[in-house]
């Protein structure tokens, strides 16, 4: 484990201890059950039919041979399935019409607005039987085809064909425009700033790709009925939100749908939406209550669920001769693909994310377009639009640094959200600032300094180069969203106590965190707390999901409202049978008094509790707590780079994220955090990207051979440092982790190649093509 | 069509029906219900579903089951002491923080055994290639790699150990 390097917070017990995983022992010994692994076999399986077209119209299809075929049991197409439209991001829902996510989705639909758009569906006795029908089915599809649009800039053509108009007139899905306050400037407009001449002025363009989550078990989920109603068990990241969707879409009342939700094999934000759920439960719904299953193969997943946005920007700078930062100007587009998905969120967040780490003397002027295409719809990913805006953000910082002589990590502190900064649309505050040290702390741990000194201006094939990036990023959805978890604790009669909550455990810790944080509170070892992995929206406690970086902070606050609550129930009972006693307190599993004797150990509490014949009570808590507040977490990373010209090929040499989340809950799980968050910057930084063919909208690369995600070869060790802070509005002075680890490699990589170099790159993944098409360009090969 | 294969898994000598299309995965997983056995993309890609045949680990999505007959196959079911100890490759990932989602982690137990198996010590770079096979969207594959070179050099101090105190056994 890592040295931390600086710390301001005071010890607790369990919170900070460097836990064992609860789920480590059953992972390890294959008996941890994912959803296939609950399936009953054999069952039914569904197969989708995806059209061969991107955009256009169904205008004819024949089940009638599908149907005749051996082990097909039934055909279903578009024009079975309920007419109406439902909404699948993963969001909270809204009682106000006009925050409601866009309903956009069929569960089949004959308007056809991606390649491989869902049309029809075959539900056979196995998956040869099942294949054999989709492929007859699409050999009976007569289309009415309208060129695909690829691009953004298609989907803004004046003569553009609308994708979507039951619900936007345009293909435009929503459009923001923001500018800072800017009173007491002495400027009305910050494009006057930017005009002003006694300022440097800086532009770029930057162009991000769609990257592909790529969580190992793949979309699946299995529905059948039982008393009436449906059950669909998924590998989810959100089972009280699969409930409300499946209820939205089959027009079924919510309590007769019951999620489960057992162990995933990873999510990143491609299981924070609702994608098959529905229409497995309507098929099983169709067939009598059968159990179906829809399991995607990985090439369904790459074309037919969610990736991140592919966004451009065109940014402006004002900056002084004293390293200060006037004014800036950003503008996104980005490119939604077929479905609104979680749609605007994420180009709202990737704009944030450029304005929000460094402050301006005058002003920010930010706007954003998300726009309807025909490329497979992204949505949530891990970092949820942040990584687009910060590495465009990012690459403006060091580029103005080499261009004016100016140390970059010098530069980028003169202008660093300052603590107590307030977002002036959102409120979003600055809590606990731990941001300059992780910059400060990184270029000591790097070695910064020397490798610059060492490489400087050389020449030659193989070049060497350092870089850095910062970033700042939002722990929860409030106040966008709102924000509620419950949580549930019952005694055992030896005392130790079982927690329920309705937040996931999706690889990343959670049930791990939750555990050490109610017996922090209880004041009980971790291990006296038996987490309940699995949910079950019929008894699991309610809470949105994993998702966002929100759960330690915002289910922490509900694990944390529920023990105290639950303490205080066992110390009202304490009294009961003490009623001398003063000052009880829970330690190390015991009742203990004011002067710190041992009165009861909590085997005998909770016995006495459960078998009393004078009083007798289940002891337990359960708590909502709905979460007002947000706050920042902030990091960088550091690289070092070995360019090979020729080649184009960057080797890193060592990497290094530095980390404020707040107090660390469980130092073990976080570096785990932090390391694979390294690896997706790195291969989004260099190689990652869904290719669409630009002539028929299809994906071209969707499989693991040809979608490069890292592999153990690919990656060097992996640093990482914690800079400890105790942000006030966290639950135990924590704040977000999840996904941030992954934001700054990937400019930082960026950078470390400009200093190698000089090569300025825009667009990732910078690709070894890319790079040598570049330094051919400068001459440098 | 059904065919019989007479096989041993898990160290138990069986005989299965199976389609002669089936692959040993879906016969692994669907008929025998050892469901460590993970499908992540049936192409031989992610190595999920890698077990041990005949001591080497293979993607049991690319393999036939009825290629299987008289071969001997371990999953990670098959790994477990009778008392529950673990391996020493599976007590490294739990010790080294090396699990997160889980999915990829029986098929790596499996790959890690092979290497374990041969006795020997290897470098990171080296461990990092033989594992390269088996892809992790968690963890980054730092605490994988720590956990596999611990095992392996666990495995390894046990095997010079019994060596050279079968070389004193020669000597006398």
Known sequence: ?781 | MMRFVKMTVNGKTMEVGVDEREMLLDTLRDRLGLTSVKRGCEVGECGACTVLLDGTAIDSCLYLTIWCEGAEIITTEGLLARDGTLTPVQQALVDEAAVQCGFCTPGIIMSATEIVGTGKRYTRDEIRKLISGHLCRCTGYQNIVNAVERAVNECADIAERVSAEHAGDDAV
């Open chain 1, 1 to 781: 484990m890592e040295q931390q390097f600086w710390k301001k917070v005071a010890p607790m017990h369990e919170v900070g201890a460097a836990v064992q995983r609860v789920d480590a022992i059953d992972k390890v010994k294959g008996t941890a059950k994912y959803t296939d692994d609950l399936c009953p076999k054999p069952c039914l399986v569904a197969r989708v039919v995806h059209a061969q077209i991107a955009n256009g119209w169904v205008r004819a299809i024949d089940t009638t041979e599908a149907e005749s075929l051996p082990g097909v049991v039934a055909v279903f197409t578009f024009k079975d399935v309920p007419e109406h439209r439902f909404p699948t991001p993963g969001h909270p829902w809204s009682v106000e019409p006009a925050h409601q996510d866009v309903a956009d989705r069929r569960l089949l639909d004959d308007r056809v607005r991606i390649y491989g758009d869902d049309i029809a569906v075959v539900v056979a006795e196995d998956n040869v039987a099942a294949d054999r029908g989709v492929r007859s089915v699409l050999s009976h599809v007569d289309y009415e085809e309208l060129p695909p649009m690829t691009t953004v800039a298609q989907a803004l053509a004046p003569d553009a064909p609308v994708l979507h108009p039951e619900v936007r007139e345009t293909n435009v899905l929503a459009r923001s425009d923001m500018v800072t306050p800017l009173e007491g400037t002495g400027y009305d407009s910050v494009e006057e700033a930017l005009a002003d001449p006694r300022y440097h002025h800086y532009e770029a363009h930057t162009e991000t790709q769609q990257v592909d989550q790529t969580h190992i078990e793949t979309n699946v989920c299995y529905a059948y009925m039982e008393s009436g109603r449906i059950t669909v068990v998924s590998s989810t990241q959100i089972p009280h939100i699969v409930r409300r969707v499946c209820g939205q879409a089959l027009g079924v009342p919510w309590g007769t749908i019951r999620v489960i939700k057992p162990y995933i094999g990873g999510g990143f934000g491609n299981k924070q939406e609702v994608l098959y759920e529905p229409l497995c439960a309507w098929l099983t719904s169709q067939l009598g209550g059968r159990v179906v299953e829809i399991e995607l193969p990985r090439e369904e997943v790459f074309q037919n669920t969610r990736s991140r946005h592919p966004m451009s920007f065109d940014v402006q700078c004002a900056y002084d001769d004293d390293m200060n930062i006037i004014a800036r100007s950003c503008s996104c587009l980005s490119n939604q693909g077929g479905y609104a998905s979680h749609g605007h969120a994420l180009a709202a967040n990737a704009i944030n994310a450029f304005r929000w780490a460094y402050k301006d003397k005058v002003g920010c002027h930010t706007q954003a377009s998300t726009v309807y295409t025909n490329i497979p719809a992204p949505g949530a990913m891990r970092a949820y639009g942040m990584p687009q805006g910060q590495f465009t953000v990012e690459c403006m910082m060091d580029d103005i640094a080499r261009k004016e002589g100016w140390d970059p990590i010098d530069f980028r502190l003169k202008n660093l959200m300052p603590e107590g900064y307030s977002d002036p649309f959102n409120g979003i505050t600055n809590h606990a600032n731990g941001f300059p040290q992780t910059l400060i702390a990184g270029r000591e741990a790097s070695g910064w300094d020397d490798f610059k000194a060492r490489y400087k201006d050389e020449t030659g094939p193989i070049r060497h180069g350092i870089g850095m990036s910062a970033f700042v990023y939002k722990t929860g959805v409030y106040p966008i969203s709102l924000e509620t978890s419950t949580a549930r604790l019952v005694l055992n009669q030896d005392g130790t106590c079982q927690l329920s909550v309705g937040a996931t455990e999706i690889g990343q810790g959670a049930d791990t965190v939750f555990s050490q944080m109610a017996a922090e509170t209880i004041g009980v070892p971790t291990s006296w707390v038996h987490i309940v992995s699995f949910q079950d929206t019929d008894v699991t406690p309610f809470d949105t999901g994993a998702y966002a970086s929100r759960q330690t902070y915002v289910t922490g606050h509900a694990v944390r409202k529920t023990a105290e609550k639950f303490r205080q129930n066992i110390l009202d009972y304490a009294y009961e049978l003490k009623p001398e006693a003063r000052g009880l307190t829970i330690a190390g599993g015991e009742i203990v008094d004011e002067a710190g004797e041992v009165l009861l150990g909590m085997e005998e509490l909770a016995q006495e509790a459960f078998y009393s014949f004078r009083h007798s009570v289940h002891i337990h808590a359960e708590e909502t707590a709905q979460v007002r507040d947000n706050t920042f977490a902030f990091g960088t990373c550091f690289v070092k780079v070995e360019v090979d010209m020729p080649l184009g090929r960057v080797k890193i040499l060592d990497i290094l994220n530095v980390h404020d989340s707040g107090r660390i809950i469980n130092p073990a799980t976080a570096e785990g955090q932090v390391h694979g968050g390294m690896a997706q910057g790195i291969g989004a930084a260099l190689y990652e990207e869904q290719l669409i063919d630009p002539a028929t909208g299809r994906l071209l690369n969707p499989n693991l051979l040809d979608y490069k995600i890292p592999t153990s070869m690919d990656v060097p060790d992996l640093k990482c440092l914690f800079v400890e802070t105790d942000d006030p509005s966290g639950p135990y002075g924590n704040k977000a982790l999840g996904e941030p680890p992954l934001m700054p490699p990937t400019p930082a990589i960026r950078n470390a190649i400009l200093d190698a170099t000089g090569c300025a790159f825009f667009q990732i993944p910078m690709t070894q093509q890319r790079l040598v098409a570049k330094f051919k360009e400068e001459g440098l090969i």
